[in-house]
């Protein structure tokens, strides 16, 4: 499977102009499918490094990651990329962060 980036996802915000099933892309989809939980996760970046180096990490020590300042994070389900986008403080008092997707994966069987 190839990812392709560049196509837009829709509004998909609680006052976005698209129904649910546009914006997700679930027309014709069981609802019970819908349903399944699926791990999602926003990569900010990564390093690769030694295991006798990760057991050295204590509290105050500082990871070099492999992205470079303003890199887009990756947003994964299930481990597979499926989007890059942009971090963003969310306002309130918690100080929450939230992934502005930008570019959404395709492989080449949608096309």
């Known amino acids: 499977m190839t990812a392709q980036f560049g196509d837009q996802l829709p509004d998909v915000s609680p006052d976005g102009g698209?129904?649910?099933?546009?914006?997700?892309?679930?027309?014709?989809l069981p609802s019970a499918l819908l349903r399944?939980?699926?791990?999602?996760?926003?990569?900010?970046g990564t390093a690769r490094l030694p295991l006798s180096q990760v057991t050295q990490l204590a509290p105050g020590a500082t990871l070099t990651l492999d992205e470079k300042l303003g890199a887009p994070a990756r947003m994964l389900v299930n481990g597979r990329e499926v989007a890059r986008g942009e971090l963003f403080v969310l306002e309130g008092p918690e100080g929450r962060l939230g992934l502005t997707i930008k570019e959404v994966a395709r492989t080449?069987?949608?096309n």
């Open 36 to 44: 399944i939980p699926v791990s999602v996760q926003v990569v900010i």
């Open 108 to 110: 080449d069987s949608d």
């Open 18 to 28: 698209a129904s649910e099933n546009e914006a997700r892309g679930t027309a014709g």
